[in-house]
């Protein structure tokens, strides 16, 4: 049964390796040509980033992964698709168990991506398994754990955490309006159960409704993730055409004020519950505030400096702001470039 769990969790691994070698360029084109170091620029972007507190360490940090990316796209992608051979010995699974670990934390501290269960899990499977003799796992019971990670995707669900990656990305968020009449950008985790869907797939999954006048990505620089309405088949007909594009920030926008490409009346019932509901939260005399919430991605707060000072009382007003950037390092520093610009209207709160 041991076995056989693990087998589940090593699933949502395996299936990762596979997705990625299932992208529309080609088995290779994810090794070799994804830019897998952006993630650590738009972790920065979206204030997640938990080397952010100094933009110089980022930048440099940034700029030695890069250096190293295919070489490291060649070891996560063989450990993905090879990780069943590890119930053949049980000090395989271990030091995989393990590498898998030091992957997730490597990724939260360049990044920001929390896979906080997963670590966990982790650590008690090598808990389990470094008390247990070499020998104690009949070839029953190691041919189960190698039948479950391969084809246990067809029976339960397993992850499937395989995109292209990119330095242009379309990043939206909301901005408070405070009482002294500055824009602040509000931090995700303000949103707590919710924060994940302004990280990942914003408000109520309800971007790309149409054309959009933005680069097709995820705020993340995720290409491929879901469906998404790109430009005309001449400029970029899949999603390997678009991430040659995107990783060079020549993705076209032509226009630098573009028109919503979201569900124009989403934005206003979702902040004004989330403003309420944060008010509601505050007045208690034991208040917890939203950082102490579980969160996939956390809002690093000395990446939201200025909203973390603020309480719900001082803010008059929200708007939702999307814009397609280009991220890029120069002279030990992180530089986003808007490229193109969508600017909600204003959201009044009733005092």
Not at 29 to 50: C, H, K, R, V
Not at 148 to 159: E, K
Not at 306 to 327: G, H, M, S
Request: proline share 5%.
């Amino acid at each position: 049964m041991l076995l056989a769990g693990i087998g589940v969790h090593f699933g949502n691994y395996f299936m990762s390796g596979m997705a990625k070698v299932t992208l529309d360029g080609g088995p290779l084109s994810w090794i070799l040509e994804n830019p897998t170091s952006s993630i650590m620029l738009a972790g920065y972007s979206l204030g997640a980033a938990p080397l952010g507190f100094s933009e110089s360490l980022l930048a440099h940090a940034y700029e030695a992964v890069r250096a190293v990316q295919i070489p490291m796209n060649v070891v996560i992608l063989a450990a993905q698709l090879l990780c069943f051979l590890a119930f053949l010995r049980r000090r395989w699974l271990i030091g995989l168990t393990a590498f898998f670990d030091i992957m997730h934390i490597g990724i939260f501290l360049l990044s920001g991506a929390l896979f906080l269960h997963w670590i966990i899990l982790n650590g008690l499977i090598v808990a389990a398994l470094t008390r247990m003799k070499e020998n104690s796992f009949s070839t029953i019971a190691v041919a189960t754990g190698i039948v479950v990670t391969i084809f246990g995707d067809t029976v339960f669900y397993n992850a499937r955490l395989g995109w292209y990656d990119s330095r242009q990305i379309r990043q939206a968020h909301f901005e408070a309006l405070t009482k002294e009449g500055d824009w602040v950008r509000v931090a995700p985790s303000f949103f707590r159960d919710a924060s994940y869907l302004l990280y990942a797939r914003h408000f109520g999954y309800q971007e790309y409704r149409r054309e959009s006048g933005h680069v097709p990505t995820s705020a993340w620089g995720q290409i491929g993730i879901r469906q998404v309405q790109p430009k005309p088949s001449e400029i970029a007909s899949s999603n390997y055409e678009i991430m040659k594009l995107a990783k060079e920030c020549a993705y076209p926008v032509e226009l630098p004020i573009a028109p919503p490409d979201y569900d124009a009346a989403r934005p206003a019932p979702f902040i004004l519950g989330q403003h309420n509901r944060a008010a509601n939260l505050a007045n208690p005399a034991v208040a917890v505030g939203y950082n102490f919430y579980p969160h996939h991605h956390y809002s690093m707060p000395f990446l939201h400096s200025a909203f973390e000072a603020l309480e719900p009382r001082d803010i008059v007003a929200y708007r939702y702001r999307v814009d397609t950037v280009c991220l890029d390092v120069a002279d030990g520093k992180v530089v986003r470039r808007v490229m193109a610009q969508t600017l909600g209207p204003r959201i009044d709160v009733r005092q």
